[in-house]
């Protein structure tokens, strides 16, 4: 799918979806309280009062809104439908009757192989450090789909605290254009969708940002996370991006947490998907008695920082811009590993001061 691109219709396309969302989500959100699509308090929540869900509707809606007026009809896009309908239906029964994460991860599934079987997209080889590395059928299938699902339940996992999701989503998908346009390659299926997301997410974080008027949902940021990985497949097929590393740098942030939870979680021999906990990185932040808005500016910026060095990558500035992946990588981790993202220093700390007490 290729557009002719200038900067009036780029402004126009997210101009409009952002309108359109700013006006579904409230309706959405009185929808979410008539099918009790609630977020109730509970002791690995942060809300203090029930919080309509679903939001995430109003963006998916606002973005096929854009589509129909701006997109053109091609068989991976309509792969790219088919799939968000099956993770928004299975996301929304989540969000109405809470169901195992087996069901979830099914679903996730059956979404992603509609886009790798249907879309005829897949991950045949890969370039790291001057090798090469093939993979040939059935094995890029098998990549692509585990690809594709890390990075849905990176940025599901990331949905924790209000506006964190839905700003490293929009924060991604302005890099995408920008490099888009900086390579010339504004106008293909990758851009497009992120140009239409761009302007979906912004109206829903109008209420999404801190304090929260309604959550995403598992709807919305499962779809939220197809996107993501979508565009991260299709940029790398079509040459927006010239390593799988940028898409990935630019998610920095909600990989490396999900990296720790997972380390966290069976250091003390927890299943990583099923036992949820309140000790991920915006969990860290608000410890240290940062504000969430705060603590979210901070995400925000180090997401920021990330997003600019990918840009000197796909630019070509490759020395350049490992080098700063490296320090930002070094800095980042030395900041988390200070806090209790994978043991409980402090809490260790507090408990031998209450004895000496």
């Not at 309509?52 to 997109?71: C, D, E, K, R, V």
């Not at 390659?185 to 309604?214: C, E, H, Q, R, W």
């Amino acid at each position: 799918m290729k557009l002719e691109v200038s900067l009036f219709n780029v402004l126009l396309m997210i101009l409009t979806t952002f309108v359109v969302s700013l006006i579904l989500v409230p309706i959405f959100k009185k929808i979410a309280l008539h099918i009790g699509a609630i977020d109730y308090p509970n002791q690995r929540r942060l809300n203090k009062v029930p919080m309509p869900t679903i939001g995430g509707l109003a963006i998916f809606f606002s973005f096929l809104f854009g589509y129909m007026f701006f997109g053109r009809g091609t068989v991976e896009m309509i792969s790219i439908l088919i799939a968000s309908f099956i993770i928004l239906f299975v996301g929304l029964v989540d969000d109405i009757k809470p169901i195992s994460a087996k069901y979830q991860l099914i679903g996730q599934l059956i979404a992603v192989m509609v886009i790798v079987l249907y879309g005829k997209i897949t991950i045949d080889r890969l370039t790291i450090l001057g090798a090469t590395l093939t993979f040939p059928e059935p094995l890029n299938y098998l990549v692509t789909i585990v690809f594709m699902l890390g990075i849905i339940n990176a940025i599901d996992l990331s949905d924790g605290m209000d506006g964190l999701c839905g700003g490293i989503s929009v924060i991604y998908f302005i890099t995408v254009l920008i490099i888009a346009i900086l390579l010339g390659m504004a106008g293909n299926i990758d851009t497009t969708i992120s140009i239409l997301m761009i302007g979906s997410t912004l109206g829903f974080l109008v209420y999404n940002f801190p304090p929260a008027k309604l959550y995403l949902g598992d709807s919305g940021s499962n779809f939220v996370g197809l996107m993501i990985a979508t565009t991260a497949l299709y940029g790398f097929k079509l040459a927006t991006f010239t390593s799988l590393l940028i898409p990935l740098a630019i998610l920095a942030t909600p990989i490396i947490d999900v990296l720790f939870a997972i380390i966290r979680r069976g250091l003390k021999k927890k299943n990583p998907f099923t036992n949820p906990d309140k000790e991920h990185l915006h969990h860290q932040l608000l410890k240290m008695k940062f504000s969430t808005r705060t603590s979210l500016m901070v995400i925000y910026v180090i997401n920021l920082l990330f997003s600019g060095v990918s840009i000197l990558y796909a630019l070509g500035d490759l020395n350049l811009a490992l080098a700063l992946y490296i320090a930002l990588m070094v800095v980042f981790l030395f900041i988390v590993l200070k806090t209790d993202i994978l043991f409980p220093k402090r809490g260790m700390k507090d408990e031998k001061k209450l004895r000496k007490n």
